[in-house]
């Protein structure tokens, strides 16, 4: 596949929808510009094409996967952990995934496993202030 249309796909997205773009790691955008790219191969000269296709593809996954995988999430703390809703809706972040992993039998990795998220997804979960 053409990574020159690939990365002027991403570049049209995030031109065109900053604000949805940034739910997204950039290998996120990439993954969903091949995938358009190869539905609509008749169209892979048609960049307005293909980035309205993204958009309403990525709009589609913010609104369900992204509140399914919350809804996911709350309902484990919940109902698994048994936290009542006041205590899971003054949790951090952090505080979620390392409740979440302790559940799962996994205790004292949770720096590791976001550091290796992030480093995964070129993505800053959480900012080092020390730095």
């Not at 919940?78 to 559940?103: F, G, H, S």
Request: proline letters at 3%; aromatic letters at 8%.
């Amino acid at each position: 596949m053409n990574t020159v249309k690939i990365k002027a796909l991403v570049k049209s997205i995030k031109r065109e929808r900053l604000d949805l773009a940034e739910h997204f790691s950039e290998h996120a955008l990439t993954e969903i510009a091949k995938d358009k790219i190869a539905e609509y191969p008749r169209f892979s000269d048609n960049i307005g094409f293909l980035t309205v296709k993204c958009i309403a593809s990525m709009e589609n996954q913010l609104n369900t996967t992204h509140k399914d995988q919350k809804e996911f999430l709350q309902n484990c703390l919940e109902c698994d952990c048994e936290y009542p809703l006041e205590v899971i809706a003054k949790m951090t972040p952090r505080q979620k995934i390392n409740n979440y992993l302790i559940w799962n039998g996994i205790e004292g990795f949770t720096d590791d496993i976001l550091d290796a998220v992030s480093a995964a997804y070129g993505i800053i979960l959480e900012p080092d202030l020390n730095r």
